[in-house]
Every structure is written in structure tokens, then in C-alpha cells.
């Protein structure tokens, strides 16, 4: 009798099984909101430098190489990777751009034994031409709205959601259904206005843990 080496799960079409690189790039984040942990075991801690572009493409070299070992047992139904870049807000990177762009490149040298999609979480409160830059190297955003954020940063928000709508690139929004009343009816808008923009949207429950009130 042959003995089992590893036990693969069934391949469902609708879900494809995949492998999951999920890369806190940095610490850092350009929103403070007061539902989100400010230390390094929380949400962002902006006392934590970025890491350094070359610390980034040698996490990236070994996250690719880890990721090829893991594909060479895997049938070739389940040789996917993805690669999920957040933070802190991983947009907020100096160095995002390049960053994003190496590794769309250094995939190359895998891309005829395992398929590699992209993806990040942000906030997507960034400006217009960087946003532009980043377009081309993203597969998928997953968005979350936060009704703290300013209003400048929400009108940001929502042009950004078109600019990716536009672009053909797939996204979803999370939406963060804050406990005061206003900004949970302002999050009941923009589910709103994600519903008539046909864009997917997903309401979060915030169990509103006030840090500004409560840390000591």
C-alpha cells in the first residue's frame, strides 16, 4: 500500500483553493481611527519607521521561493498564489510603487509552474496619480470605509473606487458600521452608494473599543 504523502481538499470552482501570502508591509498608516489598536500588536503603530525598499524586495525573493517550494507538491489544479499586501495602510508606503512592480516582475521567473494574483487592503485614501501608478500591479482591492475619516478623505475615497471601477480592476468595499448613530447612518449611505455604483460591498460590525477613551 502506497503510503499518503498529503491530503489536498476537494477542488470547489466557485472557490478555488489557494495559497496565501499575507504581507504586513508596514506599520505605518495616514488615518487614526479610534476603533483601531495603536501599538505594534494592533491595527498600525506610526512610531515604526517603513521598512527599507531593499528589506521589501528580499521579503518579496523569499515569500516567492517559499511559495515555489509549497507549489512544487501541490497537482497543477492548486498551484495558485496570492499575494495580499496590507498594513498599517500598505498604500502608504513610500515605496509602494516600486515595491509592487518588483514583484509583478520577479513572479516572471514562476509564472509556467504556479500563477501569482495580487491583491491589497486599504483604505484607499490616496492621491489620484499615485493611485494611477499602483492600478497596473494590483489584481484586486479589498477597500474599507471609515466614516471617521475626514470629509476631504471620503470625496478621495469614493473618486479612487471609480478610478478602479473605471479601470476594470476588480475590488469590494468593507464597510465599518460605527456604534454612534451618525456615522453608522453614514456608513448605511455609502453602502448606498457602493449599491448603485455596482460595486460589492460587505458591512463589518465594530465592537467600538474607544482606545482615545480608555488607554491609560
Not at 30 to 49: F, K, M, Q, R, W
Not at 191 to 202: A, P, V
Request: hydrophobic share 35%; aromatic share 10%; net charge positive.
Amino acid at each position: 500500500m502506497n503510503s499518503v504523502k498529503s491530503l489536498e481538499p476537494v477542488v470547489d470552482p466557485n472557490n478555488r483553493i489557494t495559497f496565501l501570502l499575507d504581507w504586513e508591509l508596514t506599520m505605518k498608516c495616514n488615518l487614526d481611527c479610534s476603533y483601531c489598536e495603536a501599538d505594534i500588536y494592533g491595527g498600525h503603530d506610526n512610531s515604526t519607521a517603513h521598512p527599507k525598499l531593499e528589506d521589501c524586495i528580499n521579503t518579496i525573493k523569499f515569500m516567492f521561493e517559499y511559495a515555489n517550494r509549497q507549489m512544487s507538491f501541490r497537482p497543477q489544479a492548486l498551484k495558485y498564489v496570492i499575494l495580499n499586501v496590507y498594513g498599517g495602510e500598505s498604500l502608504h508606503h513610500p515605496n509602494i510603487v516600486d515595491i509592487l512592480k518588483f514583484a509583478k516582475e520577479y513572479h516572471k521567473q514562476y509564472q509556467d509552474q504556479w500563477q501569482l494574483t495580487i491583491t491589497t487592503t486599504t483604505n484607499a485614501i490616496v492621491s489620484a496619480k499615485k493611485l494611477q501608478s499602483i492600478i497596473p500591479f494590483i489584481n484586486e482591492f479589498t477597500v474599507s470605509y471609515h466614516t471617521e475619516s475626514s470629509d476631504k478623505q471620503k470625496q478621495q475615497f469614493l473618486k479612487n473606487l471609480l478610478t478602479i471601477k473605471k479601470a476594470g480592476v476588480k475590488q469590494k468595499c468593507i464597510v465599518l458600521m460605527h456604534a454612534e448613530s451618525e456615522l453608522f447612518a453614514d456608513a448605511q449611505r455609502m453602502i448606498s452608494w457602493l449599491q448603485e455604483h455596482n460595486i460589492k460591498s460587505l458591512p463589518r460590525q465594530l465592537d467600538h473599543r474607544d482606545r482615545k477613551s480608555t488607554r491609560l
